[in-house]
């Protein structure tokens, strides 16, 4: 089975909407990196985060951290064209910045 | 602007050729650099780390002698894949640790398409 799950695999919202992007682990988690793709391109780093309760914020995206149950989600606020993507998820396996990741969600917002 | 960049970000070439991939640290230096592959509608998967210095420690199921991986500076590891067929038809990406401690950037990507 995956090691990390996201939810949903894709969701359709229009513009001004607000969303919430899960990613589960079915393993321990140290550390959770958040990126946005673009098909076919690199990825954009928006957010990491380490500690169990941590909540970090940039521009209208927020994420937060709950180790218990190892899980992370990213939320953003009223939603924009300009938002729409792939939305990864990355776990830290080891200290040398490994990543495992998730599957991806994809992000429409239609205007 | 982009701190880690690749190139080329997409090659074709003819199977049995060898292609060779380079991930740059812009401004800073990457002791460490990581390669993923990511087929279409898949997420990434890790293939190998590239050490500065020393051999790349490759991910389980993954052939050292196609991918060949050499990290001669702190600012540049390379990519090689070897006989290249159809199959290795993919998007690679690499990917370096940053100054701050959990930074963690990601190249632009390069498209292989093996004909």
């Known amino acids: 089975s995956q090691e990390l799950e996201q939810s949903p695999q894709s969701l359709i919202v229009q513009e001004g909407k607000n969303l919430t992007i899960n990613c589960t682990s079915s393993k321990t988690l140290y550390g959770l990196y958040w990126y946005k793709q673009k098909y076919g391109e690199g990825l954009i780093f928006l957010m990491m985060?380490?500690?169990?309760?941590e909540e970090k914020s940039h521009e209208k995206i927020t994420a937060k951290l709950d180790e218990k149950k190892q899980q992370s989600s990213l939320h953003i606020t009223a939603s924009q064209p300009s938002h729409a993507g792939i939305y990864l998820c990355g776990a830290v396996r080891g200290s040398n910045y490994k990543l495992t990741f998730g599957k991806g969600t994809l992000l429409t917002v239609n205007p | 602007g982009a701190v880690v960049s690749q190139h080329p970000s997409w090659v074709i070439c003819k199977s049995g050729t060898s292609v060779k991939i380079e991930c740059r640290s812009l401004?800073?230096?990457?002791?460490?650099m990581f390669w993923y592959r990511q087929f279409p509608k898949q997420s990434l998967m890790l293939m190998a780390t590239?050490?500065?210095?020393?051999?790349?420690?490759?991910e389980q199921g993954v052939e050292k002698d196609k991918f060949l991986i050499n990290h001669a500076s702190l600012t540049l590891s390379t990519l090689t894949v070897t006989s290249a067929h159809p199959e290795d038809s993919s998007f690679y990406i690499c990917?370096?640790?940053?100054?701050?401690?959990?930074?963690?950037?990601f190249g632009e990507g390069s498209r292989l398409t093996v004909l």
């Open positions: 990917s370096a640790s940053g100054r701050e401690a959990g930074e963690l950037f």
């Open positions: 590239s050490n500065e210095g020393s051999k790349a420690t490759y």
């Open positions: 985060l380490q500690k169990g309760g």
């Open positions: 401004d800073f230096q990457a002791t460490t």
